[in-house]
């Protein structure tokens, strides 16, 4: 091979190779914009906030909560009007609501028969929709009491929550509000007689 072929040869494969050097530096360049596109819409889609809905209770009352908790009706007894557990993950402990009827003449009462004395001077004041109500730690975790007219308030949050559950609860208690029941309008019978309509039995019709 002649000097000038050898010299025309190395040209030639240096050509090819600062061509193949740019590409490869071209499409390192490219793929980090692309992953960095898609990671920044996976931290988007995490950091999403989750939709919330809102429960109203038949007993009276409403709240509003994640829509990534499962909330389940538990049966009530005599004394009970609502028990509701609302749980994010199935291996954890549930936020629990309960609403029932209570001999307690003040909220004073019930925290000196269920939290510690210890524990009693740490609770804070706090609003569950107009009523006056108290948090605090007790045997079964952190607990949002309100009491009214016999009728105690509890929403518990148990030990050791998840962030997801703690920040839950945070809304339930945020929104929590008393609802009076809707009263259903009375129905007429064929003979043109309210339903809940009351008759006097015995009664003697003067004409």
């Known amino acids: 091979m002649t000097k000038g072929k050898w010299l025309v040869f190395m040209g030639l494969g240096m050509i090819v190779a600062v061509a193949a050097f740019l590409f490869i530096l071209s499409q390192k360049k490219t793929n980090p914009e692309v992953l960095s596109s898609n ?10 906030e989750p939709q919330v809905k809102e429960y109203t209770d038949p007993a009276g009352f409403s709240f509003s909560y994640p829509d990534s908790l499962t909330l389940e009706k538990q049966e009530a007894d005599e004394t009970t009007y609502s028990s509701i557990e609302l ?6 402990k549930p936020i629990a609501i309960l609403v029932k009827d209570s001999e307690v003449p003040s909220l004073a009462s019930w925290l000196s028969k269920n939290v510690l004395p210890a524990d009693v001077s740490k609770s804070k004041t706090l609003k569950l929709g107009d009523l006056e109500a108290r948090q605090t730690v007790t045997t079964d975790g952190l607990t ?9 308030f509890t929403i518990t949050l148990p030990p050791n929550s998840s962030e997801t559950t703690v920040k839950a609860y945070n809304l339930i208690t945020a929104t929590f509000v008393l609802k009076p029941p809707e009263i259903q309008p009375a129905q007429e019978t064929s003979s043109g ?3 809940n309509a009351v008759e006097f039995e015995g009664e003697e019709v003067i004409e």
């Open 144 to 152: 949002s009491v309100a009491l009214d007219q016999n009728v105690l």
């Open 39 to 48: 990671d920044t819409q996976n931290a988007d889609d995490a950091h999403k």
């Open 193 to 195: 007689i309210e339903d």
């Open 87 to 92: 749980t994010s993950d199935p291996g954890e």
